[in-house]
C-alpha cells in the first residue's frame, strides 16, 4: 500500500504561483511513476503533468505547458508540481497518482494505482 497526501495548495491572484507537494509513505517511491491530476465539479478529472519513475522524462498537458513543473525527489518520497502563471481556469482540485509502471503510458490515461485525498487551488482574476 502506498498512502499519498498531497500539499501547498491554497487561493491566489493570476499570473501567481504555487508549490504542491506530494508525500508518500508505506512503499519506495522510486518504483511507481508519478503523477498530478486536476477536477472541477463541472468537468471530469483530467491529467495534468507526470514523471518517470527516475525523474529523467516528463509529460505535460498542453494546458499547462511551459507554465507547470513536476519534479521528483526520490529520497524523500516527494513529488512536486510548481505551478507559475497560474489562471483562473486553472481553478481546481489537485490529486497526485502513483502507477507502478515501467512507462508513463497508463498513468497519463488515468490508470493509477493509488491517489490522494486532493488539494484546493482557487486562482482568482
Known amino acids: 500500500q502506498v498512502q499519498l497526501v498531497e500539499s501547498g495548495g491554497g487561493a491566489v491572484q493570476a499570473e501567481g504561483s504555487l508549490r504542491l507537494s506530494c508525500a508518500a509513505s508505506g512503499r519506495t517511491l522510486s518504483n511507481y511513476v508519478m503523477g498530478w491530476f486536476r477536477q472541477t465539479p463541472a468537468k471530469e478529472r483530467e491529467f495534468v503533468a507526470s514523471i518517470s519513475r527516475s525523474g529523467s522524462s516528463t509529460s505535460y498537458a498542453d494546458s499547462v505547458k511551459g507554465r507547470f513543473t513536476i519534479s521528483r525527489d526520490n529520497a524523500r518520497n516527494t513529488v512536486y508540481l510548481q505551478m507559475n502563471s497560474l489562471k483562473p481556469e486553472d481553478t481546481a482540485v489537485y490529486y497526485c497518482?502513483?502507477?507502478?509502471?515501467?512507462?508513463?503510458?497508463?498513468?497519463?490515461?488515468?490508470?493509477?494505482?493509488?491517489w490522494g485525498q486532493g488539494t484546493q487551488v482557487t486562482v482568482s482574476s
Open positions: 497518482a502513483a502507477k507502478a509502471a515501467m512507462t508513463m503510458r497508463m498513468l497519463i490515461s488515468g490508470s493509477a494505482d493509488y
